[in-house]
Structures are given as structure tokens and as C-alpha cells.
């Protein structure tokens, strides 16, 4: 058998422009601080299967039951896939295809929901409080064809008022129940959804996007055996390839598999779902439980080493991947603390935080997440290395030896744990 798979060389021999690009963005991931709560590093592993040429092949239709001829290996490909999301998250059923978390929660849509259906709500995180743009936007499909109801957190504790939510479900009577957010920090209590949703008689729904890989590794409470339905991005803490997938109970799996193919998409990308596949494999090691554990310890190392510097923390703290950080403080806004940040080589982003005074386009908090970090092997006196950084930054933003020395620092930890062989 000759084997064959993605090549560098004949990349750069055949269009020496983009090959320029990749090369600057991974020598751009070797010399910054990912501090992006939704980014990570896939393994070389990973990035092999998404090179292959899998990518080559059509497989419209489930393994076994194709609208294509030659599906013999990719079925091999998507069925353990399939198994292992099983396994991993115990689920009853999974469907590996969607191509991303917006198009795994559209399936959601499509499987439970009509659009413009006055009786089709939705009661969601509001998307100030660390909803996602897919839960209900008037900018997204989700909320010009669903009707959304919006929860929030507590404006003292900052965090989730079970009785609050119980009471809205009572009044509004929802379709569905969906927890899961892009910038909320601590645990979320599924089984008291659950107990909600069943006396209202709505579907709970979780989208797991930012938190499934913590699950993976049993450093986060699963949803799985609370949820009829779980979406969730590969991409994120679970540092698969970009893509998504969608977890079941059996009852709900004709809907779900229907929805996402013919429904939402067409042919699934093989070559994705075999770094899927990967991922999930690893996922299951010992190693990767590790990772799991250092991520949330990071975090909190992180969260606690930025109150040191006189940032507020959101919630008072962190039992995930990520803080959100209120940077009013030392007198600075979320937009030019990202973009400080961003020039001594810390990407992360601006957000806002619950009830926040400010607009949007410069709110008054940052978000940071450390799977990347984490990955790499960083541990707690690196994030309080870190941390330091950031408050120095942020407290003298117009003093160019601050930045000057805070670019060293950021470049020298990028050295002692490095990035790709
Ligand atoms: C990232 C994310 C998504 C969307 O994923 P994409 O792959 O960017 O479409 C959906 N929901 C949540 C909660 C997310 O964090």
C-alpha cells in the first residue's frame, strides 16, 4: 500500500501565496498567547486526517445507508466517529455531519421547531448575559424565525437563578429549555433544568460548544444524562478539527439525523469527521483528562492572579475553561484592553459582562479561556505569570518599556513551551 497525505512541499511549490499565509499565521500561534476562550491546538494527528483525501469523496446519507457508491472506508471513518461520541459522552445516539456549532443547533431548529410558529419558543440565555449568536440574534435565523425568551443571570451573584428561570418557564410555557453559553464561567446545574423542563413540558437542549472538551475529560458536569439533545462544536476545549456534532436521546435520533442531512446540509466532510474521529480518540486517554483538569485550574489560577492585578471577576470566579473579567477597574475599557493586549502578543477579546453600562462595540469586560494554554502544558505560575503581564499592560497603557517588556515576556513564554514540531 503507498500512503499519502496533506504536503507541505507541493503547497509551497504550487501556490507559493498561500503557503506564505499559513507559514504567518502558525509563526503568528508560535510567538503569541491564545488567551481566545473558543480556540485551541489540534493535534498533528488530527490535522493529518483533515489533510487526507477523505476530503476527496461524497457521502451523502448515513454509513451504510449512502446515496453514493465507494463509501466503504468513509463508512469505516464515520462509524467510529459515531461510536466513540457514544462512548466518550455515553450517549444513545450520535450524529457526527454538521459542519459547524451554528449548523448543528439549525438541525436543533429543524428537528423541534416551525419557523415562524408563535407556539415554537424558545427560552434561551440573553445574548448580553453569554448566549450565543445562534440562540435567538435578530441578525441570525434563530431569531428572525424563532421566537426566543430571554433569561438572565443574578445581577448580585452574577450567576444563574435556577428559582428565576424556573418561574419565567412557568409564565412563558416554552417549547424548549436551552442552557449552554459562550461566555459564562461557572457550573451549570443540568439536572435542575431538567426538573423544569419536565414540568413545563419543554425539550432541554444543551449547547456544549465551549465546555464538551472539560466534559470529555470529566472536569465539567456532562449534560449528556440530563439533555434530550446536545450540540457542540469539535473545535473549541474538545480541540478536534473545525466542525460539529450532535448527541441524542434515541427517541429524538430519526429527527436529528434528518435534520441535519437532508434538512441543513448536504454531503458531510468526511476528511472533518475523521479528525473527529481522532479527537475523540483522544480525548479518552489519560493525558487528555490531565489537560482537561489544567485547563479549569488555569483558568482559576488566571482569574484569581487578574483580581491581584485590580480587575474585577465576573461571579467572584471561574469552575470552567474561562473568566470573564470586568477591566473597568484600572480605568480602561474591554475594546482597548483587547487591543493592548493584542500589542504585546495576548489575543483575547472583548465582552460584555452582565447588566453592562456600556455598548457592545466597548464593553466593559474581557473574556479569557486557557485550553490553548493548557494544551501547551501551561500550568498555575504561568497564568500568574500572565496575569501579571496583563495588569502591567493594562495599568500603563501608554508606557512603551511596559510593552516593550511585556512582549519579551509573551515571547519567551511561547519559547519555554512550544508550539508544533
Ligand atoms: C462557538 C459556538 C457556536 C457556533 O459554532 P460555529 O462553529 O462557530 O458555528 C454555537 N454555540 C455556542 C455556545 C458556541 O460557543
Known amino acids: 500500500m ?6 507541505w512541499e507541493a503547497l509551497k511549490a504550487t501556490d507559493p501565496e498561500v503557503a506564505e499565509a499559513i507559514a504567518g499565521e502558525l509563526e503568528r500561534e508560535r510567538t503569541t498567547l491564545r488567551l481566545i476562550a473558543s480556540e485551541n491546538y489540534a493535534s498533528p494527528a488530527v490535522l493529518a486526517a483533515v489533510g487526507s483525501t477523505l476530503s476527496d469523496k461524497y457521502a451523502e446519507g448515513y454509513p451504510g445507508r449512502r446515496y453514493y457508491g465507494g463509501c466503504r472506508y468513509v463508512d469505516v471513518v464515520e462509524q467510529l466517529a459515531i461510536d466513540r461520541a457514544k462512548e466518550l459522552f455515553g450517549a444513545e445516539h450520535a450524529n457526527v455531519q454538521p459542519h459547524s456549532g451554528a449548523t448543528a443547533n439549525m438541525a436543533v431548529f429543524g428537528a423541534f421547531l416551525q419557523p415562524r410558529d408563535p407556539a415554537s419558543t424558545v427560552l434561551g440565555m440573553k445574548l448580553a448575559h453569554g448566549g450565543h449568536l445562534t440562540h435567538g440574534s435578530p441578525v441570525n435565523v434563530s431569531g428572525m424565525w424563532f421566537n426566543f425568551i430571554g433569561y438572565e443571570v443574578d445581577r448580585e451573584t452574577e450567576q444563574l437563578d435556577m428559582d428565576r428561570i424556573r418561574d419565567q418557564a412557568l409564565a412563558e410555557r416554552p417549547r424548549v429549555i436551552l442552557a449552554g453559553y459562550t461566555a459564562y464561567p461557572r457550573t ?8 423544569i423542563a419536565d414540568e413545563v413540558g419543554a425539550l432541554f437542549w444543551v449547547d456544549a460548544a465551549h465546555f464538551i472538551g472539560l466534559v470529555a475529560g470529566g472536569a465539567f458536569p456532562s449534560p449528556v444524562p440530563y439533555a434530550d439533545v446536545v450540540t457542540f462544536t469539535t473545535h473549541k476545549a474538545l480541540r478536534g478539527p473545525r466542525g460539529a456534532m450532535i448527541l441524542c436521546r434515541e427517541e429524538h435520533a430519526k429527527a ?10 448536504g454531503g458531510p466532510i468526511e ?3 475523521a479528525g473527529k474521529a481522532v479527537a475523540l480518540n483522544e480525548a479518552m486517554t489519560p493525558a487528555f483528562r490531565g489537560y482537561a483538569e489544567r485547563t479549569v485550574r488555569d483558568a482559576r489560577a488566571l482569574a484569581s492572579g487578574l483580581a491581584d492585578e485590580g480587575l474585577r471577576v465576573v461571579s467572584g470566579g471561574t469552575d470552567s475553561h474561562l473568566a470573564l473579567v470586568d477591566v473597568r477597574p484600572l480605568g480602561v475599557d474591554g475594546k482597548s484592553a483587547e487591543t493592548l493586549c493584542d500589542e504585546v502578543g495576548i ?3 472583548k465582552n460584555q459582562i452582565p447588566y453592562d453600562p456600556n455598548p457592545p462595540s466597548a464593553p466593559s469586560g474581557i473574556r479569557v479561556g486557557t485550553p490553548a494554554c493548557s494544551t501547551l502544558g501551561m500550568d498555575e505560575p504561568e497564568m500568574r505569570e500572565v496575569a501579571g503581564i496583563i495588569g502591567d499592560v493594562l495599568l500603563h ?10 512582549r519579551a515576556q509573551v515571547r519567551d513564554l511561547m519559547q519555554r513551551f512550544p508550539l508544533y514540531p
Open 256 to 265: 436529528i439525523d434528518k435534520a441535519v442531512f437532508p434538512m441543513m446540509q
Open 347 to 349: 489575543t483575547l477579546n
Open 2 to 7: 503507498r500512503e499519502y497525505a496533506a504536503d
Open 271 to 273: 476528511n472533518n469527521i
Open 397 to 406: 497603557p501608554e508606557d512603551a518599556g511596559t510593552k516593550e517588556k511585556a
Open 188 to 195: 451549570i446545574d443540568f439536572e435542575a433544568f431538567r426538573q
